[in-house]
């Protein structure tokens, strides 16, 4: 009869992820990217308390070591980058229009190639110098890998917190964009290092040579697999068969892309996006609908148990004090590391810098959000002999950054967005009034935005009280003279082209 390993692993996890999805949703009201893996924590560590106070006790015990060992083969790579993650990326791709790509392909470009290289670059620099100030050095090249590690955004986190956030269209397509393709840059410079590591003889030549295959090659593969599925789309179906139609074109084109050792990420994402943006040719709208409903109800099972998942691999850190202490400031090393680097690359475009919305790169900068990606790549290298001495450390960095990444980015971004966009009903009172205070001191320009529409129902972004730049103040103080020349100013930074 067997015994039955898989439905006892599948209950208890589902069961999890009902107990924290609920109680996120009942209690905390978080968004779900950032609710549930902070709550699966909480769970964890009242789990591990209980388990310390019943130590001994004849009537009811938890074995926390079988616990551990549970949570130890979990092929968390292989569950991620190998499995789910191509369900995620195809489904954001169907919904992400090729005509908001072609209008913002530069700074997402910027934004998940030089920007990723930079802040993995400036991370693992900084955290090596903190690393050997408090006692513990590590190898840079480790760190660095570490960095590489960090720098993926999560498509997830990124969809759940704008979610909730009345951000003008600009900004969630650059965020989304940069998610949906910087996870192909962030593993190609994780498994680069991770050569580099291993003793492998790595060439700058070779690695770039090695990238433009990957990404010709799975551009190549998504091309060809979107047009497939749209010709399997036509005539007639059940609503079953186009679900699983398009369930194809996302594990058919990652799995072909990994045995021609191509990127993965990007075959999925591009044929996500030739099929969104040309199944309505094709479809009918009511279709449309219910298969856009289908892989969201997908992404959200998906991410409850994705991040029931992560709070579980608690059960295997040594949460010292040092390691906790350590996982805050790698947190602010990489927010700090993410600032730096994303100003410094859109610095080697002055186009870029002149042509800009008030606040762009900050509120880029800050909804950073991380996620399992992150946490998968350095699971499944942490217990590598090249790593191993580093094992703690790595986890326990990544898992605080991850959490941390979801509280304080991902719950901060309206206050940060508040700054920049006029809300005339941002919070004014205690903490999260200091909190907005404190987000419009990032605001050194002084005026705002607002997000509007026009008669046709268009997106339109205006100066909140244009007179503040217009106008100025006399010698007196209490007098405004006008100033005509600025008026032309405004325009420019109302410009619908701006970066």
Not at 21 to 28: A, D, E, V
Not at 197 to 223: M, N, P, R, S
Not at 415 to 437: D, I, L, S
């Amino acid at each position: 009869m067997g015994n039955f390993f898989f439905l006892q692993v599948f209950t208890v996890i589902f069961a999890l992820s009902i107990a924290t999805t609920i109680f996120n949703k009942r209690i905390l009201d978080f968004p779900q990217a950032i609710g549930v893996p902070l709550v699966s924590a909480i769970f964890v560590f009242i789990l591990q308390w209980g388990a310390s106070l019943l130590n001994g006790n004849q009537f009811i015990t938890i074995n926390i070591h079988n616990i551990e060992e549970a949570v130890r083969h979990i092929d968390f790579y292989d569950f991620l980058i190998n499995g789910v993650i191509c369900f995620i990326l195809t489904s954001s791709a169907l919904k992400f229009k090729v005509s908001d790509l072609r209008s913002y392909w530069k700074p997402i470009s910027i934004l998940a190639s030089i920007a990723l290289v930079l802040c993995a670059t400036f991370f693992g620099l900084a955290l090596y110098g903190y690393q050997f100030l408090v006692g513990q050095p590590v190898e840079l090249l480790v760190l660095l890998l570490l960095g590489a590690a960090l720098g993926a955004t999560d498509p997830i986190g990124i969809k759940g917190v704008l979610s909730s956030v009345r951000a003008p269209h600009h900004l969630i397509v650059k965020l989304e964009g940069e998610s949906l393709f910087n996870d192909a840059m962030c593993i190609a410079l994780f498994m680069t290092l991770m050569n580099v590591l291993q003793g492998a003889h790595v060439t700058v030549f070779g690695v770039l040579k090695t990238l433009l295959y990957e990404i010709v090659v799975a551009v190549i593969i998504g091309w060809g697999f979107g047009q497939a599925i749209l010709r399997l789309l036509r005539g007639k179906h059940e609503m079953e068969s186009l679900i699983l139609t398009t369930a194809l074109l996302a594990c058919g084109s990652y799995l072909v892309a990994l045995f021609a050792h191509a990127s993965a990420p990007i075959a999925c994402v591009i044929g996500g996006l030739i099929v969104g943006n040309r199944w309505k040719e094709i479809l009918e709208a009511r279709e449309i609908r219910e298969i856009n409903h289908f892989w969201h109800t997908v992404e959200g099972i998906i991410n409850s148990f994705l991040f029931t998942l992560i709070g579980l691999e608690l059960f295997i850190l040594d949460l010292s004090v040092s390691l906790i202490l350590g996982g805050i400031v790698a947190f602010f090393i990489l927010h700090a590391s993410r600032f730096a680097a994303n100003y410094l690359s859109f610095a080697f475009f002055p186009s870029f810098r002149h042509k800009s919305y008030n606040g762009s790169l900050a509120i880029l900068s800050w909804g950073g959000v991380r996620g399992g990606i992150s946490l998968a790549l350095i699971l499944a290298v942490a217990n590598v002999p090249e790593l191993s001495a580093y094992s703690s450390i790595l986890i326990g960095y990544t898992f605080i950054s991850v959490l941390l990444s979801g509280i304080v980015c991902g719950l901060g971004l309206p206050a940060v967005m508040n700054a920049f966009y006029h809300n005339p009903n941002e919070e004014t009172q205690g903490f999260k009034g200091w909190y907005q205070r404190m987000c419009h001191k990032m605001n050194r320009k002084g005026f705002q935005y607002i997000v509007g529409e026009d008669a046709f129902g268009n997106e339109n972004i205006t100066v909140y009280k244009p007179e503040s730049l217009i106008d100025e103040k006399a010698d007196d103080g209490v007098a405004a003279v006008h100033n005509p020349e600025r008026v032309q100013e405004v325009k420019r930074l109302e410009h619908p082209d701006n970066f």
